[in-house]
């Protein structure tokens, strides 16, 4: 199961990654280019760079029982081994006894969100703020 980006913070990516790369390629273009104007297209391209990775790979995936948190440097723990989660505003941090995934919900599409915490209230764990939650949704 894929727990997907938001559609706004991917096309954000999108467009103002196109719109610096355009902006920096035109005054590269015209020859009126500057140290600023490179940094600005490397900039542009690096963002749309991004939209494309996070739209192949989306934020989290869930299966077989681990939790991989999709970025350059990937992170993943298996569910079975949480002891631990914390609830705070805009994020959800899961801990094992030697590691911990902070997860940001507000980049989570809403329909993601949902089946992300409807797991996250099935692991038994002490203390779980969402225990209980997949029952009060469905």
Known sequence: MKIRY????????????A???ILGG???FEGTAT?????????GILMVGTFFFEKKNQYLSI????????????KTI????????????GSVKLFTSEEKIGINTGIIEK?????????????????NPFAGYATKTT
């Not at 559609?7 to 467009?15: A, E, M, V, Y």
């Not at 140290?35 to 900039?43: G, V």
């Not at 329909?111 to 203390?127: H, M």
Request: no cysteine; hydrophobic share 45%; proline share 1%.
């Open 6 to 17: 938001s559609k706004r913070r991917l096309f954000s990516n999108l467009i103002l990654g």
């Open 19 to 21: 719109l610096f790369a």
């Open 26 to 28: 035109l005054r590269i």
């Open 35 to 43: 140290y600023f104007t490179y940094f600005q297209l490397f900039l």
């Open 63 to 74: 299966e077989k029982g681990f939790l991989t948190k999709n970025s350059l440097r990937r």
């Open 78 to 89: 298996e569910l079975h081994n949480i002891i631990k989660v914390q609830s705070y505003p």
């Open 111 to 127: 329909d993601s969100l949902q089946q992300l915490l409807n797991i996250i209230g099935s692991l038994e764990v002490q203390e």
